[in-house]
């Protein structure tokens, strides 16, 4: 049987916490707090995001069950496999690579478009052209260039490596978070009294909240990352459910605590009327000058980093699993002779979302939206390999180590599935809040006929493959 390669255990728990917290936090938190209250007003954006973060601990069921049963990188490509079969497998890991890359191409250019509030007149140098109405500069193409390269150089270096920064980078951003909320809380210009009205006006409290569970599960992309590092963990697999919920909750805690600090610095029905191009930061360095803005700037660069972090991590193990699998090239599933990392997975990744900045804000914006869908796709997959594999009793079960009996939790993953089923619906359906633009489903449909061709192309060799060869390769399992 083929030889399978495998990774080294050096995660330690915190640090998968932080991977899972940090993917989760990128730059929306700190950039759309204004978008967002423009929809439903701030207590609509945060109740809505609470109701989000609920639905996905229910989906995080079926992702600590998985995890413990099936601790290998690849994450939901695997639990695919399990469920339905080598074909699916492609479909979802296809899927999730864009979703993964296009994040970490997002968070590259958030750290340009930070330069360029902050500095403007050092980024909007060397004006190259225009796409879909953002003016492109070689000075952003650059800083977002450099973010991408010191990322995969440090991933390249080691799992421990990024792992530790990984933690570091979110307790920074946490303390920046409570800091930053705390003094505009006591400051004699902010205060609840900016806080109202606390929903929308001229839309009842029901559409203003429902609008804001719409896009929700996407604001906490990143906590599935730690499937895709669960072969690298040094610790029991058992643990990875706890980690999740427990990142859910602060991710829950630092987006609501970022839309009370935005709302509480200045009436936030003005606020939004205005327009900027960067809304939180214009009315924090408005109440707290260069002080709060630098705080922020902070919480904002950690934000980022978490999030290439954890995304160029996780993108590298999916590929990596994917080719020990033989459905990628086999160059992606080789280790770095020194640091053994999957090195060709990261310069990948990195030289992908190097593209990014070339093309503008807006582009990637449709890119990014339309990556949804393999998100919501991965969530559905995972869910449901799980209500398959629990038992609603114990009759006609063989093997309690992959069959368990769990009606309670089988009923969750049944929930799980279908609010997977309503996210991909909420993305396709005309007139949904969440409803992917003409672009993103122009992109999509791109994306969709690429796979279709390299399946076709590879689907013999990958079918020739017997099914307990590739139950080891995928898995580590030979029966």
């Not at 993917?23 to 700190?30: N, R």
């Not at 604001?219 to 990142?247: H, R």
């Not at 919501?376 to 038992?391: G, R």
Request: some cysteine; charged content about 10%.
């Amino acid at each position: 049987m083929t030889e399978r390669t495998t990774l080294k255990k050096t995660l330690k728990p915190h640090w998968v916490w932080a991977i899972a917290l940090g993917s989760s936090i990128g730059w929306g938190a700190f950039v759309q707090p204004t978008n967002w209250m423009a929809t439903a007003g701030p207590w609509g954006v945060i109740i809505g995001f609470i109701i989000g973060a609920l639905l996905m601990m229910l989906i995080a069921v079926s992702y600590g069950y998985l995890i413990k049963s099936f601790p290998v990188s690849g994450g939901e490509f695997a639990y695919a496999f399990i469920g339905l079969g080598r074909t699916h497998a492609f479909i979802c890991g296809w899927f999730l690579t864009l979703g993964y890359i296009c994040i970490v191409a997002l968070n590259a250019s958030a750290f340009a478009l930070m330069f360029k509030f902050v500095f403007p007149k050092f980024v909007q140098h060397f004006h190259m052209y225009q796409l879909a109405g953002w003016d492109v500069y070689f000075v952003e193409v650059i800083i977002a260039t450099l973010a991408l390269v010191i990322f995969a150089y440090l991933n390249i270096k080691g799992t421990g490596l990024s792992g530790s920064m990984q933690f570091i980078f979110c307790i920074v951003m946490l303390l920046a978070v409570i800091v930053l909320t705390a003094l505009i809380g006591i400051s004699p210009l902010g205060g609840m009294e900016n806080v109202q009205p606390a929903f929308k006006p001229g839309i009842s409290t029901f559409a203003a909240i429902i609008s804001i569970v719409a896009i929700a599960p996407w604001a906490y992309v990143g906590f599935d990352n730690v499937p895709q590092a669960a072969e690298e963990f040094n610790f029991s697999s058992k643990k990875a459910f706890g980690l999740i919920i427990f990142a859910l909750i602060a991710a829950a805690l630092l987006y609501s605590f970022m839309i009370l600090a935005t709302a509480m610095a200045a009436p936030w029905t003005e606020m939004v009327a205005e327009q900027h191009l960067w809304g939180t930061g214009v009315a924090i360095q408005n109440i707290l000058g260069t002080t709060g803005l630098v705080i922020l700037v902070l919480a904002l660069s950690m934000g980022i980093f978490t999030g290439l972090n954890g995304f160029i991590l996780s993108s590298s193990r999916l590929l990596f699993a994917m080719s020990r699998a033989k459905i990628l090239p086999e160059s992606f599933s080789k280790l770095h002779p020194k640091y053994k990392t999957p090195y060709v997975g990261i310069i990948f990744t990195s030289a992908i979302a190097l593209l990014a900045p070339w093309f503008g804000r807006e582009v990637l914006l449709w890119i990014v939206d339309m990556s949804s869908i393999g998100v919501s796709i991965a969530y559905f997959y995972t869910c449901f390999t799980a209500f398959l594999l629990y038992k609603w009793s114990d009759k006609g079960v063989k093997d309690l180590s992959h069959d368990t009996v769990a009606p309670k939790k089988k009923l969750i993953s049944l929930i799980g599935t279908i609010s997977s089923v309503v996210f991909i619906a909420l993305l396709l359906i005309p007139g949904s809040p969440a409803f992917l633009g003409r672009e993103s489903r122009i992109a999509l449909a791109v994306w969709i006929l690429i796979g279709l061709i390299f399946y076709l192309l590879k689907r013999k060799e990958y079918n020739q493959i017997s099914e307990e060869e590739l139950r080891y390769l995928i898995l580590g399992k030979k029966n």
